[in-house]
C-alpha cells in the first residue's frame, strides 16, 4: 500500500513540494474555470433563449454525463493511473468548452448542438475531477506532507477557486459578455492539463508499483468495480452520508443553475450580483476550511458536518425568497460559506480512514456519482417548477426540503460512528494522521 518515490525525482532524504504543489494547482486552475463557466453558461442560455427551462435542461445534460461517466471510471483510473486520466480529460474538456463560442461567432450553434458540447464536457470532467481527487494522498506521501495537512490544503484550494470562479465569471459576463467565460473556462481547463503533464512523475496515484500486465479489459475492469461497489455496500456510514449528500446536490443544482441566475434578472441586481454572492460565500468558505484545517483533530465531527450543512443549506434560499436588501442577502451568503467551509474536511476525513488505498479510485467514483446522481435533475426540476409556480415558492420549498433532510438524517444511529476514528482503510498505517480529503465537491 505504499508507494516509492520515484529515483528520477532526486528527492532522497530531501523533500520536494513538486507533486503535491502541481496536484494542488491543477485542481485551482480546472475548478475556477468551472466556476467561471457556472455563471457564465447559464446566463448564455437565459439571455440568449429567455427560457428557465432551457437553461435547466442545458444543466441536466452537462451532469447527467459527468455522474454517468463518474462512476464506471473509478477501476480504469486505479488501472490506467490517474495522472493519464486527469491531462487528457481536461484537454478534452478545454476543446469542447473553446467549441461553444467559437461556433457561436461562426453563426453555427444551434441549441441541439450546444447540449451535445456541454454534455461532453460534463462526460470528460468527471474522470478529470475524480483522478485528481485520486492523486493527493500519493502525493502527499511523496512531498513528505502529513495526510492531513495536504487534504486540508486542497479543501482549501477548492473554496479558493469556489471564490475566484463566481467572481471573476460574473465581472466578466457582466462587462465582456457571457461568451468570454466560456473562453476562459477552456483556458483553465489547457492549463490544468499541461500542469498535470508537465509537474507530475509519471506514475502518480498508482497504489503499487506494478504495471498491470494483462489485457483482460472485461472481467479485470468488471472485477475492480464490483470490488468497489461491495465494499460501499457494506459501509452503512457512508452509504447514509451520500443519500444526504445526494438529496441536497440536487437542492443545490437547481439553486445554482436555476434558482440565482432568474433571481438575479427578476430583481434586476444582474450577472454581477451572482458572482458576487458566490464570492462572498467562497471566502467565508476559504475561512472556514482553515480553520476546520487547524483544528481538524479537535473537532466533533458530526456536530461540525450538520452544524455547517445547517448554516450552508437552507439560509440561502429563505433569503432570495424574502425580498431582503443586498446588504443581508451577502451576510447570509458569508455564513452558509462558512458552514460550508467545515463539510468536506469531515466527508474526507471518514472516507480516507474507511477506505483502502487501493479502493480509493473505485468508491470515490461509485460514492461521488451516487450523491451527485440528483445534480442533473435538480436544474431540469427547478427550472420546470419555476415556469409554473414561480420564483418565491420554488425557493421555500427549497430550504423547507434541506431543514428537513438534515434533521431527518441526524436520527440515523450509524452517524455516531463519524466520531470514531477506525483505524482502517488508507490510514491502517498511520492511525495518528487521519487524513482530511473533499469527497465531493458539495456547492456544486
Known sequence: MTTAVPDAEGLAGRRSLRPLGGVLAAMAVSLAGTRVSAVALPWFVLVTTGSATQT?????????????????????????????VSWTTDLASAAAAAAVPVLHALHLMSFPLLLALVALIGASR???????????????????VPLERATGLTGVTERLAATIGPAAGGALVALLGPLTGLVVNACCFAVGSVIIGLALPRGMGRTTEEAPTRAEAGPGYWRRFGEGLSFLRGEPLLFSVIVVVGITNLLDAGFTAVLMPVWARESGHGPAAVGLMGGVMGVAAVGGSLIATMAAHRLRRRVAFFAGFLLAGAPRFLILASDAPMCAVLAVFAASGFGAGFVNPVLGAVLFERVPRQLLGRVNALGDSLAWAGIPLGGLIAGAVVASVGLVPVLVAGGAAYLLTMNLAGLRPEWREMDRQSGRGAQEEEPEEPGLSTSADLMA
Open 126 to 144: 468527471g474522470p478529470g475531477d475524480l483522478a485528481k481527487e485520486v492523486m493527493v494522498p500519493d502525493a502527499a506521501e511523496r512531498s513528505r
Open 56 to 84: 435547466g435542461l442545458v444543466a441536466f445534460c452537462e451532469m447527467t454525463p459527468y455522474v454517468v461517466v463518474k462512476a464506471f471510471t473509478g477501476p480504469l483510473v486505479d488501472g490506467i493511473g490517474p495522472r493519464a
